[in-house]
């Protein structure tokens, strides 16, 4: 539940520094009304950071639940990899490929 309300932090928070910048540009006179909708080399750049930043947390999120799922036990007990055994339960350890 809580990653729900992280991702929807750095998505707001992304969207909001979207915001002020085209509000800046705005005011100072970088852009007009029908400049305001096209996308600028630094809203690419925004925009690429996110998608970039987005890929690499979903491999690492998929990485780390791959890695814990084969050195957890069913009953919750963090295993060794060289272990045969659960030291808890006595679970035959067996690794998922």
Known sequence: MKKRYLLLLILA??????????????????????????????AEILIGINLLSLVVLTLVHVWCRSVSAALICPCGENLHSSWQYCPCCGHVCTKKT
């Open 13 to 42: 928070v992304s969207g909001f520094g979207v915001f002020l910048y085209n509000y800046w540009s705005y005011s100072c006179g970088r852009c007009n009304n029908e400049s305001l909708l096209t996308i600028t080399l630094p």
